[in-house]
């Protein structure tokens, strides 16, 4: 077996439980984290949970088929790499597939030293992590993060005009910032942000644009926000 790869995370999506399994197998024994669907509603109720890197991907499917799935997909994700999976008949489905973003397809029975090689490069394509930081802010730290801009707004409105311009402003932009962006998902500058807010605030209550309530206040909401995104 490969030595495991954290993060590395491949979603199997067919009908049919016994390829599932078999790819399931084959790929955890090359060190992949695999999750899977056994139909189009679950693979992208499951796509939008797990966040994983490469999507293999029945073509026919009853109900939502893959071309349906590949579709939805593209609609709001170009990054992650999927790979058709399709029986002869299918090829023309595969074709099409390709010409909507798929990166290629295998026909059935798979080829597993080709899967190999297409996982390889979907995965050395995909957008890399930063060290140290894992993709994605969880949905209760994206509540925190929209907490602490609400505060940010709050005490900036009662900032003196000098103090609005300078320190209040960049408090609203880096708060706002925070919240679009962990929505989004985008982990690694969510944390620059909340760091950079940690910055201004200092500043503000140095500098006495602030009061030692508010900057209590403001210091408790970063406090929760950074612990959610897994800094101190």
Avoid: C, W
């Amino acid at each position: 077996m490969s030595p495991y790869m954290p993060g590395r995370k491949i979603l199997v999506v067919d009908d049919e439980v016994e390829i599932v399994r078999l790819l399931t197998d084959y790929l955890a024994e090359q060190g992949y984290e695999v999750v899977t669907a056994h139909g189009g509603i679950e693979a992208l109720a499951k796509l939008d949970a797990e966040k994983p890197l490469v999507v293999l991907l029945d073509v026919r499917m009853p109900g939502m088929d893959g071309i349906e799935v590949l579709r939805r997909i593209r609609s709001f994700n170009q990054d992650v790499g999927i790979l058709m999976i399709t029986a002869n008949e299918d090829i023309d489905l595969a074709k099409e597939a390709l010409a909507l973003g798929a990166y290629d397809y295998t026909l059935k029975p798979v080829d597993f030293q080709y899967l190999s090689r297409a996982v390889e490069k979907m995965m050395a394509a995909a957008p890399s992590l930063s060290p140290g930081v894992e993709a994605g802010v969880a949905p209760s730290a994206q509540g925190l993060l929209y907490e602490l801009a609400l505060q940010i707004f709050r005490v900036t409105r009662a900032l003196s005009p000098v103090a609005r311009e300078s320190v209040g402003h960049q408090l609203e932009q880096a708060g706002l910032a925070a919240v679009q962006l962990g929505m989004g998902g985008d982990k690694h500058e969510t944390v620059r942000l909340l760091n950079q807010i940690r910055t201004v605030v200092r500043f503000a209550k140095d500098l006495g644009d602030i009061s030692d309530d508010t900057h209590r206040a403001l210091e408790a909401h970063l406090a929760k926000a950074r612990r959610s995104v897994g800094l101190s």
